[in-house]
């Protein structure tokens, strides 16, 4: 009882809101991937196990093309970048990570569907592997490359609302204790004027009460500014990453169009519905497995681009490694197979995840993912929005 | 009577080659014991994965996990009660070196319990869960354990545990391995294995027939994981130092590959990949260049290896769908792919000599160890997707059928 206590008194509940803000937005990313391997697993009952290496290129493409746009380290180039810039890094990155994505399909994982999912599931693990190593080799990593945030252009904007505003009587604190604050700084700075050459750290015994009056006063202000600041409810929200979310429900608005209302998305359901007898009924199941490869790849190179640029974080070929395995489980979380399932999924993982940071407990950030999926497997075995069929003769 | 007195002779045999090993290995370097140790314990993960995976058809992904609480469970203890004056005190009057033997048995029984209770634990959600949820959900459990324990300061948290006092005995490694081949073995070839493989081949079925499931994947899950446990408490031995990072998803990968390129269900196969693969890495450390240091590639090289490699499998897929009758026509093709692998490989570094970039980038080759550990994997699923051995096991009937092109019976459980 005390240690429940004593958590619920460790938490700040004034950050919640920006906290779940920021978990809306890692979400959306892990949301972005798990539809890609959510759309393959739908078609080909099979784990792309190098759906994160896919992610961990585009963000490496998207680098390559800032270097081309002017934005190298080495070099000074443009200071101002634009929405155009950005777009073409976007569409890159699409356009490269599905060339990949149809390559690792037709090299690797076609000619497996034949055999057994544990030998295509190997494979998968093994193109993984290949391209974390296999770019180590020729891909800059040391020091992982960033991306210039002048790329960005709307580095360092953010919009600031106040939710709740702080009490009154903190205001009206902070209202009462400027002035005091400010007479004594005068008060020093005038004793200090008037003796010149003094030094501030051994002064006679006037000024030193006159320093120490001033420091204390400036405390008390500004202790009660902090008590002000942080008493209301307020969320920060940095431009990048909004057109980053407005982008990401973009793209996914665009692929639930693809998949609900297009001939090729039908015939994507159908595959995914029954494989072989949708090649039965006249679909070529190869273009669509083909299509499936380019939708989810393009969206990881999407996603890839927009947290390398909006983020700014560091790239090696391990990049996709974590984002990859906790968008797969986010996937599954959903129910591995339903589209929607895999956006909920993501966005839960992305809530979860900084739910526990604001707990305090962001050592164990990688772990909510897994025990979230574990709790939730156990009640609905099909996952969130998925169905188990139970096996019959 | 002869029944006992083969089965007498080959465990005495089993503990000497155990012993004959250490022997043989007494005055290798540090360097190349820990190889053979490390076989010794890979081969028991290996296995164990088998019985998992391979044999009762439970798709597990995280089989590092019970060796990380293996090996926590044990180094902890021993760390914290080895020394202390009742533990010496009821040892007290044995010389130290079997005080110590006899802790590290009672350790490995500790480690295999406390594995077991996790495995228990991971086979219990499984009864509901099927194959890639079965996966994803043992992958995040070893994922929690590790992140759990480190952040665990008594534990060592990330920095590691450090396991005073060592035990370095190639042997009881050995030893280890050679139980759980046998046990799994055994199990494969007497009644109470085929359960498991009944449930492997069609649960539905195995069940109308009387088997009882649940029981029978919670009972590979503790064998498999007690087994696991086991090495891992002989690894925080012998080692002398565990952090969590030796625990990784990589190690459950590379597990996992052992038992499919071995064959999946082929207890041979396991034994023979978790050998293989843990030696080649580290062969391929030892190359070394003109100028004595580590060898170093150029990237033209590297990746006029790659389109050599990509050649050849391609050209032995498209001989492989062909049917060609001729036994010595079929040869000949495959020789031919080979050739003109290498010939691309020759080529294609005179090609990619010219460009640059790739010419004057030098790659050492202890980057590209792990970039051709991928290759094979890819590699041997094209080419052999069921595994070197397939399902089949070594067997003495198989070694005369060889030889003396006696016809055997084929049997669903390998002899």
């Known amino acids: ?308 640029t909006f983020l700014g974080t560091p790239l090696t070929t391990f990049y996709g490694l974590v984002p990859g395995v906790k968008a797969f489980t986010a996937a599954v979380l959903g129910g591995i197979g339903n589209i929607p399932g895999a956006v909920l999924g993501g966005l839960l993982m992305g809530m979860a995840e900084n739910l526990v940071v604001w707990a305090g407990y962001s050592n164990y950030r990688d772990a909510i993912a897994f025990v979230v999926l574990i709790i939730v497997l156990l009640f609905r075995p099909g996952g969130l929005l998925g169905s188990s069929k139970v096996e019959k003769v | 009577m002869k029944f006992w007195g083969i089965r007498l002779v080959s465990i005495l045999v089993a503990i000497g080659a155990c012993f004959a090993l250490q022997g043989l290995t007494g005055h290798w370097s540090d360097y190349a014991q820990r190889i053979v140790v490390l076989i010794g314990l890979y081969v028991t993960l290996a296995v164990s994965l088998n019985l998992i995976n391979g044999i009762t058809g439970q798709f ?160 590979a899950f503790l064998i498999g994981s007690a087994f696991a446990g086991a090495a891992g408490a002989l690894l925080a031995h012998f080692e002398g130092f565990i952090t969590p990072a030796t625990f990784g998803m990589d190690v459950s990968f590379i597990i996992l590959t052992m038992v499919v390129l071995g064959g999946t269900g082929s207890i041979t196969g396991s034994v023979i990949a978790a050998a293989l693969l843990t030696y080649l890495p580290e062969y391929l450390r030892g190359f070394k260049g003109a100028d004595g240091n580590a060898l170093s590639l150029s990237g033209a090289n590297v990746v006029a290896w790659m389109v050599g490699v990509a050649l050849a499998v391609g050209l032995l897929r498209w001989v492989m769908q062909k049917h060609i009758e001729s036994k010595g026509k079929r040869l000949g093709f495959y020789v031919g792919a080979i050739v003109a692998g290498a010939v691309g490989r020759i080529v294609g570094n005179l090609v990619f000599a010219h460009i640059a970039p790739l010419q004057d980038k030098q790659i050492p080759i202890d980057q590209v160890r792990m970039v051709i550990f991928a290759v094979v994997l890819i590699v041997i699923m094209l080419l052999r997707p069921q595994g070197i051995f397939a399902h089949h096991e070594f067997s003495w009937s198989l070694v005369r059928r060889l030889f003396k092109r006696e016809e055997v019976p084929h049997t669903a459980v390998s002899v």
């Open chain 2, 60 to 219: 597990s992904i995280g089989h590092a996990a019970f060796y990380q609480v293996g090996a926590y469970t044990a180094g902890y203890l021993t760390l914290t009660y080895f020394n202390s004056p009742r533990v010496q005190g009821m040892l007290h009057g044995l010389p130290a070196n079997s005080r110590l033997t006899i802790w590290l048995l009672l350790m490995i029984i500790v480690g295999a319990l406390a594995a077991a209770l996790a495995g228990l634990l991971v086979g219990l959600p499984s009864l509901r869960l099927k194959g890639d949820y079965l996966a994803i959900v043992t992958l995040g459990f070893g994922e929690i354990i590790r992140i759990i324990v480190q952040n665990q300061q008594a534990l060592g948290g990330s920095y590691g545990m450090n396991v005073t006092p060592k035990y370095e005995s190639i042997a009881v490694i050995w030893l280890l391995a050679i139980v759980c081949i046998a046990c799994c073995r055994n199990l494969l070839k007497t009644a109470h294995g085929l359960p498991f493989l009944s449930v492997r081949e069609d649960e539905v079925a195995g069940q109308a027939m009387g088997v009882n499931v649940t029981r029978t994947k919670v009972t």
């Open chain 1, 1 to 308: 009882m005390t240690t429940a206590l004593h958590l619920v008194a460790g938490l700040d509940f004034n950050t919640l809101p920006q906290q779940l803000v920021n978990g809306l937005l890692l979400g959306a990313i892990y949301a972005l991937i798990a539809l890609g391997y959510t759309m393959v697993y739908g078609v080909l009952k099979l784990i792309n196990f190098a759906h994160g290496e896919v992610y961990m290129l585009g963000g490496y493409v998207a680098l390559f093309v800032s270097y081309y746009l002017g934005f190298r380290p080495d070099k000074v180039g443009p200071t101002h970048s634009s929405i155009w810039n950005l777009l073409i890094m976007l569409v890159a990155c699409m356009v490269i990570c599905s060339l990949v994505g149809v390559a690792i399909e037709r090299f690797a994982y076609r000619p497996m569907r034949s055999h057994s999912r544990i030998a295509s599931l190997i494979t998968a693990i093994g193109v993984s592997l290949l391209l974390q190593y296999g770019g180590a080799l020729f891909l800059p990593n040391s020091p992982p490359p960033s991306i210039s945030e002048l790329v960005n252009p709307y580095h360092g904007q953010s919009k600031d609302f106040t939710l709740v505003a702080p009490p009154a009587s903190l205001k009206a604190t902070v209202d009462s204790l400027k002035p005091a604050s400010d007479l004594a700084a005068a008060n020093y700075k005038s004793w200090l004027d008037s003796h010149p050459g003094a030094d501030t750290y051994n002064l006679p015994k006037d000024g030193d009460a006159l320093k120490h009056a001033a420091q204390d006063a400036k405390g008390k202000y500004e202790d009660a500014q902090h008590k002000l600041d942080t008493g209301g409810v307020r969320l920060i929200i940095q431009t990048g990453q909004a057109v980053m979310l407005i982008s990401t429900i973009v793209l996914m608005g665009a692929l639930t169009y693809m998949v609900l209302f297009t001939k090729r998305g039908r015939a994507m359901r159908a595959v995914s519905h029954d494989f072989d007898s949708a090649s039965l009924m006249g679909v070529n199941v190869n273009s669509i497995v083909l299509f499936t490869f380019i939708l989810g790849s393009s969206l990881a190179g999407a996603g890839a681009m927009m947290t390398a």
